[in-house]
Structures are given as structure tokens and as C-alpha cells.
T-cell receptor
């Protein structure tokens, strides 16, 4: 199977502090990873696309200076929420893109998610 | 604009009562259609990928089918453990991103 891990699974922080979330593909290499945010009973909202060795591509309305993404290796992408505020509290989910069939087939495999609570 | 819709929004079934979930899409060109299952407080779990009209895939009580405009996820004789939100997503020929539907919340009552 294709396994993606996220750490931490849950974090509580004070307003104004920064929080780093790690996303790792454990048994495959991923040139591309995605970061999503999900509100209760809503679908996934894509925040940014992370490509190994290059700058992330952010979706419209997502502040790149607030949500820092680093994809330094083929198995690790990190999302740092800088100067977090209560409105940043949410469920953050990453995914890693696995290619097969000679790169003609791509499948997203998701991590278990990180619950962030900013007090 | 690429768009994915799912129906119904929520579905309640009795254990053993078979039904189908719908995923309708309008895209410039389909590269692949994906089904995921998501349990509360967890990340989506990959179920199936379909690439061309007429294709079908099965896994236990689930069967996914694809036409040129929509996909169905058939659930045969569901059990309470099948309760989850089922997400559909499409990958277009032109883009790298995946377009997700809003999901169908399935509840299977014992």
C-alpha cells in the first residue's frame, strides 16, 4: 500500500505562536504533495500544491506568508502556520501524489490529518 | 469551469439495504476519477480510480462505475461499518490539481 503520515496528529497552541506540521510519504517518493484544510462537515479545501525543490503554488485567498510550505525532500513536506490565531483552528490534511503506469497514472494518498486548536 | 457534484448529500440506509451514490462531473477532459472514504476526524482513504467510460472496479461490498458524465458507487448489502463520508474527485487532462466533490455522508443503521 501507499502510506502517508502526519505529525503531530493534534496540537494546541497559544495565539501568536507558530506551528509546524510534517507530512511524510513512508513507502514511496512524492515529487508533489498537497495541503488541504477541512472545516466540520465540509469537503476538502485545497490550500497549496507543494513540489519538491521548488516554491509551493498557493490557491487564491491563501496567504503564503502565513502558511509556509517547504518540500525539501521526496518524502517530506512541512506546513508552518505562522503567528497562529483562533481563526486558524482547523483540520489540516496533507496528501502525496504517487505515480504508476509509467507516470501516466497518479493517485493522491492522504495523511491522517492534524487537528490544530489555537487558543 | 471544472465542477464535481455529488448526490445525495446524506443517505441513511438500513443494514443490508443496497443503494448507489452519484458523482457528476463537467470537465474539459478527464484524466481520472477517484473515490475516497473518509471517517470522522481522519484523512480520506483511497478506494478506486476509474479512467475511462465503461470501466468498473469492485472492492468487497463496493462497486464503482464510470460513464462520460458521472460515476456511481454502488453499495451492496451495507453494514454499519460502511458508514462514512464518500468523496469523489476528478483529475483533469490539463491540470495537476484534483477537483473534489462535496461528499455524501452515508449512515448505515443496524
Amino acid at each position: 500500500g501507499a502510506v502517508v503520515s502526519q505529525h503531530p496528529s493534534r496540537v494546541i497552541c497559544k495565539s501568536g505562536t507558530s506551528v509546524k506540521i510534517e507530512c511524510r510519504s513512508l513507502d514511496f517518493q512524492a515529487t508533489t504533495m498537497f495541503w488541504y484544510r477541512q472545516f466540520p462537515k465540509q469537503s476538502l479545501m485545497l490550500m497549496a500544491t507543494s513540489n519538491e525543490g521548488s516554491k509551493a503554488t498557493y490557491e487564491q485567498g491563501v496567504e503564503k506568508d502565513k502558511f509556509l510550505i517547504n518540500h525539501a525532500s521526496l518524502t517530506l513536506s512541512t506546513l508552518t502556520v505562522t503567528s497562529a490565531h483562533p481563526e486558524d483552528s482547523s483540520f489540516y490534511i496533507c496528501s502525496a501524489l504517487r505515480t504508476s503506469g509509467g507516470a501516466s497514472q497518479e493517485t493522491q494518498y492522504f495523511g491522517p490529518g492534524t487537528r490544530l486548536l489555537v487558543l | 469551469e471544472d465542477q464535481v457534484t455529488q448526490s445525495p448529500e446524506a443517505l441513511r440506509l438500513q443494514e443490508g439495504e443496497s443503494s448507489s451514490l452519484n458523482c457528476s462531473y463537467t470537465v474539459s477532459g478527464l484524466r481520472g476519477l477517484f473515490w475516497y472514504r473518509q471517517d470522522p476526524g481522519k484523512g480520506p482513504e483511497f478506494l478506486f480510480t476509474l479512467y475511462s467510460a465503461g470501466e468498473e472496479k469492485e472492492k468487497e461490498r463496493l462497486k464503482a462505475t464510470l460513464t462520460k458524465k458521472e460515476s456511481f458507487l454502488h453499495i451492496t448489502a451495507p453494514k454499519p461499518e460502511d458508514s462514512a463520508t464518500y468523496l469523489c474527485a476528478v483529475q483533469t487532462l490539463t491540470g495537476q490539481n484534483f477537483v473534489f466533490g462535496p461528499g455524501t455522508r452515508l449512515s448505515v443503521l443496524p
